[in-house]
């Protein structure tokens, strides 16, 4: 049975709270889990213990080969349970395929805007020579 260490929805409307759960991967996500070991509290400041965490039972799971999700992986990293590698990826600031379709699309009508308007300045100086 695989484990995942994950966050479970708890509170209210708009007001959300989660419990980190060890859970089986096919449970739905608020639903049956194996052990509760821990809580995250988005509503409270930055500078407040947002993040409670059961370390001993977390590094059990880790052992038995649980898998915790990304979210829950940062938690663990900043607690200084599990070292989080770094991720690079250069491409995610870039647009999508169809926005760099338009802007070469919009390029392309600008550079033959400007050959035009090139176009059309030398045109009368020629005439004008031309006489």
């Known amino acids: 049975m695989p484990v995942k260490l994950r966050l479970a929805r708890a509170g209210s409307k708009k007001r959300p709270y989660y419990h980190i759960v060890a859970a089986d991967v096919r449970a739905p ?8 070991l821990g809580s995250w509290n988005p509503m409270l400041p930055k500078d407040a213990q ?20 990304d979210r829950v992986l940062r938690f663990l990293d ?14 995610k600031g870039l647009p999508g ?10 390029k392309q009508r600008e550079e033959e805007a ?4 090139a176009e059309a300045a030398n045109a009368p100086a020629e005439e004008a020579a031309a006489e």
């Open 97 to 106: 395929k169809k926005a760099q379709e338009r802007e070469a699309e919009r």
């Open 114 to 117: 400007a050959a035009a308007a």
């Open 78 to 91: 900043q607690a200084g349970i599990v070292n989080r590698p770094a991720r690079s990826n250069p491409t």
């Open 29 to 36: 996500r608020d639903g049956r889990f194996i052990e509760q």
């Open 50 to 69: 947002r993040v409670t965490l059961n370390e001993e039972r977390i590094k059990h799971w880790l052992s038995n080969g649980a898998t915790p999700t």
